[in-house]
T-cell receptor, first 112, second 111 residues
Framework: NAGVTQTPKFQVLKTGQSMTLQCAQDMNHNSMYWYRQDPGMGLRLIYYSASEGTTDKGEVPNGYNVSRLNKREFSLRLESAAPSQTSVYFC???????????FGPGTRLTVT | GQSLEQPSEVTAVEGAIVQINCTYQTSGFYGLSWYQQHDGGAPTFLSYNGLDGLEETGRFSSFLSRSDSYGYLLLQELQMKDSASYFCAVRDGDNFNKFYFGSGTKLNVKP
């Protein structure tokens, strides 16, 4: 039981390049989330998927797209990376029973 | 909107007790959660308070006062490994599926 997994762990992009961050959970949860965390700050919600087949914008969705591929997988795409998107990205999946969110290990993205 | 305020940094000595406060403003309220994050790591869940009062889990306790829109995390018998950032979090009062996090309190435990 791996919980929440993310790939890649690290990535360096040039401005304008695109990439997709992958997330998978094996806890059979309905909801999945993408957050970004900038130095010295809390987590800000980018997009979430409350159930398979649905996605919604969070607090900071501009510059990102998401796909809920199936119940297990939720990907985050940067179509044209910008230096302002340099951050650590966390995928999370909350339990529907408790309020606990389970986080993946994070992807450290640098855009130059 | 929702907002949460926490002190940015707290320093305490090993073996001591420390309290990390969180005040929040939400349009509705579904409870207050606390997370721990070590440098370079992912946040991990510590506790949840849905009702007023104290919840205890080992050395950690969390308190909530809904009338004061205030909660705190209490860490007892501090250990060096407790050095980390601590975040409070709430659900959006208008959209149950959205979560908001405070900016975090960095706890430095000194020997």
């Amino acid at each position: 039981n791996a919980g929440v997994t993310q790939t890649p762990k690290f990535q360096v992009l040039k401005t304008g390049q695109s990439m997709t961050l992958q997330c998978a959970q094996d806890m059979n949860h309905n909801s999945m989330y993408w957050y970004r965390q900038d130095p010295g700050m809390g987590l800000r919600l980018i997009y979430y998927s409350a159930s398979e087949g649905t996605t919604d914008k969070g607090e900071v969705p501009n510059g990102y797209n998401v796909s809920r591929l199936n119940k297990r997988e939720f990907s985050l795409r940067l179509e044209s990376a910008a230096p302002s998107q340099t951050s650590v990205y966390f995928c999370a999946s909350p339990s529907g029973v408790t309020y606990e969110q389970y986080f993946g290990p994070g992807t450290r993205l640098t855009v130059t | 909107g929702q907002s949460l305020e926490q002190p940015s940094e707290v320093t305490a000595v090993e073996g001591a007790i420390v309290q990390i406060n969180c005040t929040y403003q939400t349009s509705g309220f579904y409870g207050l959660s606390w997370y721990q994050q070590h440098d370079g790591g992912a946040p991990t869940f510590l506790s949840y308070n849905g009702l007023d009062g104290l919840e205890e889990t080992g050395r950690f306790s969390s308190f909530l006062s809904r009338s004061d829109s205030y909660g705190y995390l209490l860490l007892q018998e501090l250990q060096m490994k407790d050095s980390a950032s601590y975040f409070c979090a709430v659900r959006d009062g208008d959209n149950f599926n959205k979560f908001y996090f405070g900016s975090g309190t960095k706890l430095n435990v000194k020997p």
